[in-house]
């Protein structure tokens, strides 16, 4: 079953705008993360915030974390052609084996 | 520094037939994962190991086995496979602590006809 569900499924915007990508959960975390997967590739972490964080950033990126809504944004600023990927969110579990959960995705895609 | 190596890249197996894939981390991480992508259903956990000589399952763990008899490297085996194994299989390494990310293979696209 999956633990988080994103939103919306897909997005396409323009180059310079900024792209918000939503995660709901279902179950208690201990962590949440994004990652970003190319066309054919495989995935790249880009973020992680704990359970205890309400907001982090790093470069153009930007999360927010509600655990009262069980709920996750990605927003990324000042999009880019290289930008066009699909976003996943994952949801670390409480036990020891930090085993990650995904969601659907969100694909991205910037033109020019 | 490689990173996560996934082996093969591509593979057509047929119905029945046998085959494991190869995921080799140099990163000296403990945990390692067996994930597989199937289309508008995100990344689903097979199996994961959290140390030299453990594994345990995942999701969806039926029709495959696992081995993880060094550190380094985590095997997923198809004993007799399905056209339902077709996907997309991904390796991931952690540290395991909760506080990093998953380090992903390329990943392995196999076609079971």
């Known amino acids: 079953s999956q633990q988080g569900e994103e939103d919306p499924q897909a997005l396409s915007i323009q180059e310079g705008e900024n792209a918000t990508m939503n995660c709901s959960y279902k179950?208690?975390?201990?962590?949440l993360q994004w990652y970003r997967q190319n066309s054919g590739r495989g995935l790249v972490h880009l973020i992680l915030?704990?359970?205890?964080?309400r907001e982090k950033h790093s470069g153009r990126l930007r999360v927010t974390l509600d655990t009262s809504k069980k709920s996750s944004s990605l927003l990324i600023t000042a999009s880019r052609a290289a930008d066009t990927a699909s976003y996943f969110c994952?949801?670390?579990?409480?036990?020891?084996?930090?085993?990650?959960?995904f969601g659907t995705g969100t694909r991205l895609q910037v033109t020019l | 520094n490689a990173g996560v190596t996934q082996t093969p890249k591509f593979r057509v197996l047929k119905t029945g037939q046998s085959m494991t894939l190869l995921c080799a981390q140099d990163m000296n991480h403990e945990y390692m994962y067996w994930y597989r992508q199937d289309p508008g259903m995100g990344l689903r956990l097979i199996h994961y190991?959290?140390?030299?000589?453990?594994?345990a399952k995942g999701e969806v763990p039926d029709g495959y086995n696992v081995s993880r008899l060094k550190k380094q490297n985590f095997l997923l085996g198809l004993e007799s496979a399905a056209p339902s194994q077709t996907s997309v299989y991904f390796c991931a390494s952690s540290r395991g602590t909760g506080r990093v990310g998953y380090t992903f293979g390329s990943g392995t696209r196999l076609t079971v006809v």
């Open positions: 994952a949801t670390g579990d409480t036990g020891t084996a930090s085993k990650l959960t």
């Open positions: 915030i704990r359970s205890n964080e």
């Open positions: 190991s959290v140390g030299e000589g453990t594994t």
């Open positions: 179950t208690s975390i201990n962590n």
